[in-house]
């Protein structure tokens, strides 16, 4: 699970309340930061004059072109700060994944289904042509979260 939660399609966007999203680790070097020098702002929505949806497009279009504007059917936004966890080590991620205050109260079997059902978890695992992902899918993902949460979540 670690493997899929800590690769840069996922950490990314899941930043503190610095908001700002990522290109690290997707061929831009370690610690790349999201180019126009995005700010997500408070909103989680992007800059009041560069939001996401301005270079994100919300359609359910395939992504297919390499490089060209990612499409999910959802409207683009970085999740809550609370569910930031860049820069977490396998351990310190389990821990956070475990609290229901870190987590907005979802318990194990609530992440599986945000897993299973987010079109944002599912763009980054199949974020389209020229884009690296984690291996795996969302439902094989959501199956190991289950599992973890039926061993009783440890984090050893």
Known sequence: MAEAFLHPRCTNCHVGDSNLPGWDGLDYGAGALHGMAVNAGESRIGAEGLPCRTCHVTSPAANHIPHAPPH???PWQLPPVT???QGATAQ????????PDRTEDRDVAALAEHVSTSAFVAWGFAPGAGRSAP???PRTLAAALLAWGNAGTPCE
């Open 92 to 99: 310190e991620l389990c821990m956070h994944l475990r609290d």
């Open 72 to 74: 999910i059917d959802e």
């Open 135 to 137: 291996a795996g899918e």
């Open 83 to 85: 569910l930031a966890w």
